[in-house]
């Protein structure tokens, strides 16, 4: 006899249609719901939950492919109250957003957290996207605030959507690991952070401070927060007045600038090392 085979959600069914249409994002924000693609986002989302307790991932979508080859993942995501529809591989190709998907999308309800819960954690390390765009460069930020051990990334209300599934890819799960704010004006941000005691620093190729003296003079030991601007033109002057410090980082070869992920990285890892070395304990001194 031969082997039944599973049977896949109709590419009719309401529920794809209703996956499909999160790839905009007016239907993002009305459902607030988002698509979370690939085995490693859909892992990170499996595990996550939010400030209510409830899951963040509600649905899963999957070949038969996939679900045989990441079965540890289907079987999280049935843990955390998913629920699992078998597609084909047509149906899942049209409700993800890449070119070549892997063979998972997941619909993940929104996760971002009140500004006010972030200020009151009195964080010690903030990445602020004021006026970003690119939804690429916003997810590749976050990752990079998630490996330096950022306490909160705030996406200004000028910047790009959250959600936006690039943003979500770029992030590679780190979107699922750290509070992130959305939103917020950026005149608010840095007051309120300013507020709890941060310093506030603004990146800019074009600024006063160079990011090699502040490290030699011990500055960068407090609790910090960096503003981070337009991929293309930078931060506004209104913008950089509102920060204590506006600060380059050096190039010390003959590259014109660096993109914005790349100084996003230095300066975050710049003010961890700092951080990290200013609470260590110094070595009780004596002779061997």
């Known amino acids: 006899m031969a082997p039944v085979s599973p049977e896949l959600i109709s590419p009719r069914s309401a529920r794809v249609v209703a996956a499909r249409r999160l790839a905009k994002r007016n239907f993002r924000g009305k459902d607030r719901l988002f698509l979370a693609e690939g085995p490693q986002a859909v892992r990170e989302a499996a595990g996550h939950r939010g400030a209510d307790g409830g899951a963040t991932l509600t649905e899963l979508f999957a070949t038969v492919e996939a679900a045989e080859r990441y079965a540890d993942i289907v079987g999280a ?10 597609a084909s591989e047509e149906v899942v190709a049209d409700i993800a957003t890449t070119v070549t998907p892997q063979g998972l999308v997941g619909i993940c309800r929104f996760l971002d957290t009140p500004f006010e819960e972030i200020v009151a954690a009195r964080p010690r390390l903030v990445a602020v996207l004021a006026h970003v765009r690119d939804p690429g460069n916003a997810g590749t930020v976050l990752r990079c605030a998630d490996a330096a051990g950022a306490d909160a990334v705030v ?36 007051r309120e ?42 931060l506004p002057e209104e913008t950089r007045a509102l920060a204590d410090e506006v600060v380059r980082v050096p190039l010390h070869g003959r590259a014109e600038s660096l993109n914005l992920a790349t100084a996003a990285a230095v300066c975050l890892y710049a003010s961890a090392r ?9 070595p009780a001194s004596g002779g061997i």
């Open 274 to 282: 700092a951080q990290r070395t200013g609470r260590r304990t110094p």
């Open 193 to 234: 952070l300013a507020g709890t005691g941060v310093r506030v620093l603004a990146a800019d190729g074009a600024g006063d401070r160079d990011l090699d003296d502040e490290l030699d003079l011990g500055t960068m030991g407090g609790p910090t927060a960096w503003i981070f601007g337009n991929e293309a033109w930078g």
């Open 77 to 86: 995501a049935r843990d955390a109250g998913a629920r699992l529809h078998l």
């Open 155 to 190: 996406l200004t209300d000028a910047s790009v959507d959250l959600y936006n599934p690039k943003a979500v890819r770029a992030s590679v799960g780190s979107l699922f690991h750290l509070p992130v704010a959305v939103g917020v004006p950026v005149e608010r941000a840095v």
